[in-house]
């Protein structure tokens, strides 16, 4: 082409010779610019990570520990409200519960459907049990007995429920799964964070756009750690607020972190079909270039207190203050219905009538039980003792049209 432009202005005089080279020099420049984003490609780049970042951020954080026919897990809470305020820090409207029964399960997951309808990225986090059953993925809620078979599809919480809200359009969406990858109903719950023998949690069927972390490989089982958090949320708490790191980077950092802190035992395990680069913290030049290695776990960065309340202590009887003292008050905050724990003791649940809070529990062990169960109504900013070292002070708020129950406990021996 060049060739022939310089043939065709060889006989004319200084001012065509001057205009033809013009000519030939823009059109040189066209082609120069229009190839440059090809060039461009060809190198690998992408967009720009903040614009990769960009807009509305939904996360729903559940942590279930408290098991009533099984051992409980010390650390889901834990992980639980550490990821929430990990995770609020990043921009994300945090939907947030821990140690729910299957009926507060599907509350939280419905208030996360609702909040992310329109989002751009979306985050799910579950620490806790869960299991595999012919190839479906299961979340076991606190409550869950799983005593027959049948008892499955009555008692627990189907992954993929929750996922299909996570995908579609343009969305991304990230799965953090901190369960066993194990199963079923032919024994009891062991102190992992599994419910059986199977062979592992499924590929779920959820669409294009979503990463899927496992905290374990197929057929091996998920350790709840000796510390605050396990060895998968440590890592996540470690890594995935890291400055300038790709998301597929992030969770390769993690997987060397699990597999050096449990000595190989434990390997994450992880799928993705995010077609982009996709930062969680997008600020290039903060990037951490330091080799993924296991490094010990910063201080906890704890949720808002909002969140944090939302969860009190699994373990009955409990002292949170010294002998013959009583503690320092702490602050429950529920949902109407939303099933909670209150002094050491389970099933509980609050409701607004007539200007009081009616407080129930079906939990055989709290004191002042009748055959009915536990009923009290608590009038609305008044301290009452609802049975020894045990009083609270019932209120109730309403914000952006959600309303909240909250109680100010204090315990004592």
Not at 186 to 209: E, I, Y
Not at 366 to 373: E, K, L, Q, Y
Request: one cysteine or more; aromatic letters at 6%.
């Amino acid at each position: 082409m060049l060739y022939a432009l310089s043939g065709s202005i060889s006989g004319v005089g200084n001012n065509g010779l001057m205009a033809g080279g013009i000519r030939i020099f823009l059109m040189i420049l066209v082609l120069v610019v229009a190839a440059w984003p090809a060039a461009a490609l060809d190198r690998g780049a992408t967009a720009s990570p903040r614009a990769l970042a960009a807009g509305k951020r939904v996360a729903l954080v559940i942590g279930n520990g408290a098991y009533r026919h099984a051992p409980a897990l010390p650390n889901p809470a834990n992980d639980a409200r550490d990821m929430a305020g990990l995770l609020e820090g990043l921009g994300f409207d945090v939907v947030f519960g821990v140690n729910l029964d299957r009926l507060g399960m599907e509350d939280r997951i419905r208030a996360f459907a609702d909040r992310s309808a329109d989002a751009a990225v979306t985050l799910f986090y579950y620490a806790g049990h869960g299991m595999q059953v012919d190839g479906r993925n299961y979340l076991i809620p606190v409550d869950a007995a799983l005593s027959t078979a049948s008892a499955l599809q009555f008692e627990t919480v189907e992954a993929d429920t929750v996922l299909r809200f996570m995908v579609g359009g343009d969305r991304i969406a990230i799965a953090l799964l901190d369960a066993c990858r194990d199963n079923p109903l032919s024994r009891s719950f062991v102190a992992t964070r599994s419910a059986g023998t199977s062979r592992g949690l499924a590929l779920p069927a959820t669409g294009g756009g979503i990463m899927i972390g496992f905290a374990t490989a197929p057929g091996e089982t998920a350790a709840d750690g000796d510390g605050r958090n396990s060895p998968f949320a440590a890592a996540l708490l470690r890594h995935l607020g890291a400055p300038g790191m790709e998301i597929s980077r992030t969770m390769r950092r993690v997987m060397a972190d699990v597999s050096s802190a449990t000595g190989d035992r434990q390997r994450p395990w992880i799928h993705s079909d995010i077609a982009v680069d996709f930062y969680l913290n997008p600020d290039p030049a903060e990037a951490d270039d330091t080799p993924a290695v296991a490094r010990p776990a910063p201080a906890a960065r704890p949720a808002r207190q909002e969140l944090a309340a939302l969860a009190p202590e699994p373990k009955p009887g409990r002292a949170t203050g010294p002998v013959g003292e009583a503690a320092s008050p702490r602050t429950i905050g529920v949902f109407e219905n939303q099933a909670f724990e209150l002094c050491g003791f389970g099933g509980f649940k609050a409701a607004l009538q007539a200007g009081r809070i009616r407080l129930s529990s079906l939990d055989r062990g709290v004191p002042g039980r009748s055959f009915r169960g536990y009923e009290k109504a608590l009038p609305l900013d008044t301290p009452v003792e609802l049975w020894k070292d045990c009083s609270v002070t019932a209120g109730y708020e309403a914000k952006a049209g959600v309303a909240r129950i909250t109680l100010s406990v204090t315990e004592g021996r």
